[in-house]
């Protein structure tokens, strides 16, 4: 039994840890003799108000006390296992292969996409030459959107599964094990690859299998029962348990469902733009005017405000970040954003975005599963035209935006495949213009500096989340209509970011893992 204390340092205190021990120790009231371990159980940072803290949790194990530590991960050899399917190599996809070769299952992916690598060469094919493969893209790919877009591994999901679980498998796989103490943890998106890589490979090592370009593109259901699926429009292949974890932007699969009448329906989701402000400046803010410290890191930010009935806030916020394009077809226009490891970048940016329910779309029909889909695909095609029909954005300078004016230059931004200047008000749905102008005005109070004309809006932010969910039963995972069929992560509308889809990965393969009656 440990015993666990909570003290708040200076940021340069945060790195003396004999300055740490004697702080905590005297908290415990515990004399440095009587404790045999001790360790930063959670690091987070206190900038509510000036000085700016750390706030440290300190786990103790006093000299009677033995500190437990099992192995994070442990495979079994599953060459000649029952087999389960899981398409897609998303967060979902990977975590549902590594606990189904941990549980004595064979996992067999199914990846529309290429490995890590190979997408390297499609991505620079996006930001330079403004050319969308669909199959490959930020979105699809080995590690899904993930990868290429940050790493952040902060949940509020802790009811949905072993979050520490999940954290712990990143650090056993290569990650660094900050992730596990930091109360916003963070990979990086230059680091994630290799990590992504090496859970591949203690996949295929245990017996599973990967296989790459390999597209979902049809099923066969016999008796609410699925039976088969076909790959590449060719091979049929056979399977009772298909764990579906194709990710928030696979339309394809909504459509095909669809048309195999398996029930899906239409799901709220948010959908705004992607703001850029200088890095310097959200420090200085977020820091109280504190922004040269050494000791502290780029700061970010969470902004959240109900205006007329809907709620607008801040999404996937990226300190010292890149804005990225996102698009998985042609003829639209998506943004996205992610940090190095180091969060070194000169700029801050994050999605300010409009939370979207089906009723609120003015051609809302209850029996249309596709009304937010739809309403999500207008808003990227418009912004595609409005721009000139490439993968540069429509952008705005903030208050220019708040104020009705269209932006006659811009400051520098990240965005490699360009800004269109345009007047987003007339570009954006009313629903979301008139809603983001009156969020924007409220967060300039709140975060004084925060609205200015140097911080530039690109349009759209519009992956928050699936605009589609497919039902399942709660207990057995099972989609509602159909055995062997488990509906999974975020494409499914059960997640919210890597750890929670990570998480549900695993939660569906125990599902079928207690199917097979299998001991792990």
């Given at each position: 039994?440990?015993?666990?204390?909570?003290?708040?340092?200076?940021?340069?205190?945060?790195?003396?840890?004999?300055?740490?021990?004697?702080?905590?120790?005297?908290?415990?009231?515990?004399?440095?003799?009587?404790?045999?371990?001790?360790?930063?159980?959670?690091?987070?940072?206190?900038?509510?108000?000036?000085?700016?803290?750390?706030?440290?949790?300190?786990?103790?194990?006093?000299?009677?006390?033995?500190?437990?530590?099992?192995?994070?991960?442990?495979?079994?050899?599953?060459?000649?296992?029952?087999?389960?399917?899981?398409?897609?190599?998303?967060?979902?996809?990977?975590?549902?292969?590594?606990?189904?070769?941990?549980?004595?299952?064979?996992?067999?992916?199914?990846?529309?996409?290429?490995?890590?690598?190979?997408?390297?060469?499609?991505?620079?094919?996006?930001?330079?030459?403004?050319?969308?493969?669909?199959?490959?893209?930020?979105?699809?790919?080995?590690?899904?959107?993930?990868?290429?877009?940050?790493?952040?591994?902060?949940?509020?999901?802790?009811?949905?599964?072993?979050?520490?679980?999940?954290?712990?498998?990143?650090?056993?796989?290569?990650?660094?094990?900050?992730?596990?103490?930091?109360?916003?943890?963070?990979?990086?998106?230059?680091?994630?690859?290799?990590?992504?890589?090496?859970?591949?490979?203690?996949?295929?090592?245990?017996?599973?299998?990967?296989?790459?370009?390999?597209?979902?593109?049809?099923?066969?259901?016999?008796?609410?029962?699925?039976?088969?699926?076909?790959?590449?429009?060719?091979?049929?292949?056979?399977?009772?348990?298909?764990?579906?974890?194709?990710?928030?932007?696979?339309?394809?699969?909504?459509?095909?469902?669809?048309?195999?009448?398996?029930?899906?329906?239409?799901?709220?989701?948010?959908?705004?733009?992607?703001?850029?402000?200088?890095?310097?400046?959200?420090?200085?803010?977020?820091?109280?005017?504190?922004?040269?410290?050494?000791?502290?890191?780029?700061?970010?930010?969470?902004?959240?405000?109900?205006?007329?009935?809907?709620?607008?806030?801040?999404?996937?916020?990226?300190?010292?970040?890149?804005?990225?394009?996102?698009?998985?077809?042609?003829?639209?226009?998506?943004?996205?954003?992610?940090?190095?490891?180091?969060?070194?970048?000169?700029?801050?940016?994050?999605?300010?975005?409009?939370?979207?329910?089906?009723?609120?779309?003015?051609?809302?029909?209850?029996?249309?599963?596709?009304v937010c889909l739809d309403f999500q695909k207008s808003v990227e095609r418009a912004c595609w035209e409005a721009a000139g029909k490439t993968q540069a954005v429509p952008?705005?300078?903030?208050?220019?935006?708040?104020?009705?004016?269209?932006?006659?230059?811009?400051?520098?931004?990240?965005?490699?495949?360009?800004?269109?200047?345009?007047?987003?008000?007339?570009?954006?749905?009313?629903?979301?213009?008139?809603?983001?102008?009156?969020?924007?005005?409220?967060?300039?109070?709140?975060?004084?500096?925060?609205?200015?004309?140097?911080?530039?809006?690109?349009?759209?932010?519009?992956?928050?989340?699936?605009?589609?969910?497919?039902?399942?039963?709660?207990?057995t995972l099972e989609h509602i209509e159909i055995k062997g069929l488990y509906p999974c992560g975020e494409g499914a509308g059960y997640a919210g970011g890597i750890i929670?889809?990570?998480?549900?990965?695993?939660?569906?393969?125990?599902?079928?893992?207690?199917?097979?009656?299998?001991?792990?």
């Amino acid at each position: 039994m440990s015993t666990l204390v909570q003290i708040n340092v200076l940021p340069h205190q945060a790195e003396d840890d004999d300055y740490i021990a004697e702080k905590a120790f005297a908290k415990a009231r515990l004399r440095a003799d009587d404790v045999r371990e001790w360790d930063i159980r959670k690091r987070s940072i206190d900038a509510r108000k000036s000085p700016v803290k750390i706030s440290l949790q300190i786990e103790f194990w006093k000299q009677n006390e033995v500190r437990e530590s099992l192995p994070a991960f442990v495979p079994q050899d599953v060459h000649n296992a029952p087999e389960v399917a899981i398409i897609g190599a998303g967060p979902a996809g990977l975590y549902a292969a590594l606990r189904a070769v941990e549980g004595g299952l064979k996992p067999i992916i199914f990846e529309r996409g290429k490995d890590v690598r190979a997408r390297r060469r499609d991505l620079a094919a996006i930001n330079k030459d403004h050319i969308v493969d669909e199959d490959s893209n930020y979105c699809f790919g080995e590690g899904g959107a993930g990868t290429y877009s940050d790493g952040k591994l902060y949940t509020r999901s802790k009811k949905r599964g072993n979050v520490l679980k999940a954290i712990e498998w990143f650090v056993h796989f290569g990650a660094v094990e900050d992730i596990l103490v930091d109360a916003h943890p963070h990979i990086g998106t230059n680091k994630l690859p290799k990590i992504i890589t090496t859970m591949r490979e203690a996949i295929i090592k245990a017996g599973g299998e990967v296989r790459f370009e390999s597209k979902l593109t049809d099923l066969k259901i016999i008796d609410h029962q699925i039976k088969e699926i076909q790959i590449n429009d060719t091979d049929w292949l056979p399977f009772d348990n298909v764990i579906l974890a194709t990710g928030h932007s696979a339309r394809d699969i909504f459509y095909l469902l669809h048309k195999r009448k398996v029930k899906i329906e239409a799901k709220s989701f948010a959908i705004g733009v992607r703001i850029e402000h200088q890095q310097e400046l959200i420090d200085h803010i977020q820091y109280h005017g504190d922004s040269d410290n050494p000791y502290l890191p780029p700061a970010s930010y969470s902004l959240v405000q109900q205006v007329d009935g809907m709620g607008v806030y801040s999404f996937c916020m990226c300190p010292g970040g890149i804005i990225a394009p996102c698009a998985t077809a042609q003829e639209e226009v998506v943004t996205n954003g992610w940090s190095p490891s180091k969060r070194d970048n000169p700029y801050s940016n994050s999605g300010i975005v409009v939370s979207v329910t089906p009723e609120d779309l003015p051609n809302y029909k209850e029996e249309d599963p596709f009304v937010c889909l739809d309403f999500q695909k207008s808003v990227e095609r418009a912004c595609w035209e409005a721009a000139g029909k490439t993968q540069a954005v429509p952008a705005q300078r903030m208050r220019d935006f708040v104020d009705g004016r269209i932006s006659k230059n811009f400051p520098k931004t990240s965005y490699q495949p360009g800004i269109v200047s345009v007047d987003l008000n007339k570009v954006l749905p009313p629903l979301l213009a008139k809603r983001l102008k009156k969020a924007f005005l409220t967060f300039g109070r709140k975060m004084k500096g925060y609205l200015t004309n140097d911080a530039v809006l690109h349009a759209p932010e519009s992956r928050t989340s699936s605009p589609v969910s497919i039902p399942r039963d709660p207990v057995t995972l099972e989609h509602i209509e159909i055995k062997g069929l488990y509906p999974c992560g975020e494409g499914a509308g059960y997640a919210g970011g890597i750890i929670s889809a990570a998480i549900d990965g695993i939660n569906c393969v125990d599902r079928v893992v207690e199917k097979y009656d299998l001991k792990n």
